[in-house]
Nanobody, 119 residues
Framework: QVQLVESGGGLVQTGGSLRLSCAASGRRFSSYCMGWFRQAPGKERELVATISQSGSYIYYADSVKGRFTISRDNAKNTVYLLLNSVKPEDTAVYYC????????????WGQGTQVTVSS
């Protein structure tokens, strides 16, 4: 089992940058595929990016490709999401999640961190 805690959210202006972090407890962090999801008000939760256990596989949603970067540090049990060139439509609660197989089910979720982009 793994517990996840996100941090780094906040208010940012359009075109700005923000880095989200997700710290995981437990000693098996490196065995999990990690993902970042987001949910905007009135919308369904969507996958933003995911990274495999070793970091060799990375997927981005088309809406963030070229602007966001996912990375992980297995020695620090942490996954990151760097948000660059943010847009108002990036406003959402961002969640990190852990699963065994990327792009399939994610069994463990954090509590979320709010990102608000002002225009």
């Amino acid at each position: 089992q793994v517990q996840l805690v996100e941090s780094g959210g906040g208010l940012v202006q359009t075109g700005g940058s923000l880095r989200l972090s997700c710290a995981a407890s437990g000693r098996r962090f490196s065995s999990y595929c990690m993902g970042w999801f987001r949910q905007a008000p009135g919308k369904e939760r969507e996958l933003v990016a995911t990274i495999s256990q070793s970091g060799s596989y990375i997927y981005y949603a088309d809406s963030v490709k070229g602007r966001f970067t996912i990375s992980r540090d297995n020695a620090k049990n942490t996954v990151y999401l760097l948000l660059n060139s943010v847009k108002p439509e990036d406003t959402a609660v961002y969640y990190c999640a852990a699963g065994i197989v990327c792009l399939q089910s994610y069994a463990y979720w954090g509590q979320g961190t709010q990102v608000t982009v002002s225009s």
